[in-house]
């Protein structure tokens, strides 16, 4: 795990997601990236590029006023602006600096809707990548993880390369993995055949009888106590209609902990 991008946003305590990151980074001697997107509206050719240069230098200097609040710890931070749709500028950066191994960020980039817990921008990220993504609550401080619950509702891998990131921070911090797999309506046999992969990474299996998979980490997260969930991005995965839509309300999910999003580049 060499590189981690972490977007700001307009939210005040983005300083606080940047913290998290570089006390997370330092573990694993990684260099972090922070980026900042910024779009300009349609103008006469001149006007336009004037506006460009002088809004992409506002947002430099954003970025570097949210850096001056953290304290580094010898870590590496380079600055990244794209103008133009979030997406198409993680790519890019994925591109540029040859592979971005995890993106750590806020569930909201702003405060504008506490109700929520992804906003908008952050739920496009996770719906809409296949990079491995740590979000972190606000104002979460960075302690060492002891214990990941990972939770699923079918416990087949196609991928493999999908459990780099857990496996990565499991050998980082020595820490233990406790699978949970949640029997939902109309689950199949197939579903409760658990890949030796996770078996391989973990200390313990629970079955759980749900409803819905979140239900089934709602009543077993007390009892538990991770200090990260883990749950996977994928079409038949954990919350899977979640992840049909950008936003998610903390009445659909709501975590105390970071929350690692698994997924995986395609060949």
């Not at 809004?55 to 794209?82: C, F, H, M, P």
Request: aromatic share 8%; net charge positive; charged share 25%.
């Amino acid at each position: 795990m060499k590189n981690i991008l972490v977007p700001i946003g307009t939210s005040t305590e983005s300083h606080e997601t940047l913290q998290y990151a570089v006390d997370f980074a330092k573990n694993f001697d990684a260099t972090i990236y922070v980026m900042e997107i910024f779009n300009v509206k349609s103008a006469g050719a001149g006007s336009l590029a004037n506006a460009t240069d002088k809004i992409e230098k506002n947002s430099r200097e954003q970025l570097l006023d949210v850096v001056s609040k953290v304290d580094k710890k010898g870590t590496e931070i380079k600055i990244a602006t794209y103008q133009g749709d979030i997406i198409e500028g993680l790519k890019k950066i994925d591109k540029q600096f040859l592979g971005i191994d995890l993106i750590v960020m806020a569930p909201r980039s702003n405060d504008i809707n506490e109700s929520n817990y992804l906003g908008n921008t952050s739920g496009k990220i996770i719906k809409q990548t296949d990079i491995p993504t740590l979000i972190v609550p606000k104002g979460y401080v960075f302690k060492p993880v002891t214990s990941i619950l990972t939770a699923f509702k079918s416990g087949i891998l196609k991928r493999k390369r999908i459990l780099n990131p857990l496996i990565t921070i499991k050998k980082q911090f020595n820490c233990t993995v406790n699978l949970l797999l949640v029997k939902t309506p109309g689950y199949t046999d197939d579903d409760l055949k658990v890949d030796t992969a996770l078996l391989d990474i973990s200390s313990k299996m629970t079955l759980s009888e749900n409803a819905t998979t979140y239900l089934g980490v709602l009543e077993h997260f007390l009892t538990k106590q991770p200090d990260m969930l883990c749950v996977f991005r994928r079409k038949r995965g954990f919350f899977k209609k979640l992840w049909e839509k950008n936003t998610i309300a903390k009445s659909e999910f709501f975590a105390p902990v970071p929350v690692l999003v698994l997924s995986v580049k395609k060949d």
